[in-house]
């Protein structure tokens, strides 16, 4: 079975500080992971995803993910924190053949003038 | 952003009544999920859907039907409403296959109260 693990159901960072959001997950294969952001009141965003063509993946608004398979990790970070970035954050993974998401828990995102 | 709606986007019904929600797509995909959110649980999936007339559970499927007669339409149904299904339902939608990371696209959202 597929599942994910976020760290820290809370993180704040000062406005221009790096942000570290982290994300393990565990399957049997290699999978497909994703990072979505949602804003108050609205559905949930797609901000990159990992199909295996490149560890470092980019993604909207600064944001990128680095698979590490020995690690079982899929952090996101971004270098400069903008006010705008404040959210909630969810990492999923989904296996190769299957059609089916398991979401973590969620992080928010508090940046701090 | 994908064509996905959801109705109504806002519910408050009492304890045992039926209740539906709608979710409509244009972009023509496949698949079609319901999903319940709920502080401290992330997303939980309740019910998926892979073609006209073919749905599966998902985690959470107690207390909840669906059914999908047409593919731009997916409905939720609580058969009769307890508080424990106060929530925000999100419904989403994918189309598997080509280069894989077949992402999921999300609706609104309902945010539904059951008194």
């Known amino acids: 079975a597929q599942s994910v693990t976020q760290l820290g159901s809370h993180v704040s960072v000062s406005e221009g500080a790096l942000v570290l959001l982290r994300c393990n997950y565990s399957?049997?294969?290699?999978?497909?992971l994703f990072w979505y952001v949602q804003y108050p009141n609205q559905g949930l965003q797609l901000l990159l995803k990992y199909t295996s063509a490149a560890t470092l993946v980019k993604g909207i608004n600064g944001f990128e993910a680095e698979f590490k398979k020995s690690e079982t990790s899929f952090h996101l970070t971004k270098p400069s924190a903008h006010m705008s970035d404040a959210a909630e954050y969810f990492c999923a993974v989904s296996d190769r053949g299957g059609n089916q998401f398991y979401f973590g828990t969620g992080t928010s995102l508090t940046v701090i003038p | 952003d994908a064509g996905i709606t959801q109705s109504p986007r806002h519910k408050v019904t009492e304890t045992g009544t039926p209740v539906t929600l709608r979710c409509h797509q244009t972009e023509n995909h496949r698949y079609m999920y319901w999903y319940r959110q709920d502080p401290g649980h992330g997303l939980r999936l309740i019910h998926y859907s892979y073609g006209v007339k073919d749905t599966d559970k998902g985690e959470v499927s107690d207390g909840y039907s669906v059914s999908r007669s047409k593919t731009e339409d997916f409905l939720l149904t609580l058969e009769s409403a307890t508080s424990s299904q106060t929530s925000v339902y999100f419904c989403?939608?994918?189309?598997?296959?080509?280069?894989?990371?077949?992402?999921?696209?999300f609706g609104p959202g309902t945010r539904l109260t059951v008194l």
């Open positions: 989403a939608i994918s189309e598997p296959g080509g280069q894989g990371g077949h992402e999921q696209f």
């Open positions: 399957s049997s294969v290699p999978p497909y």
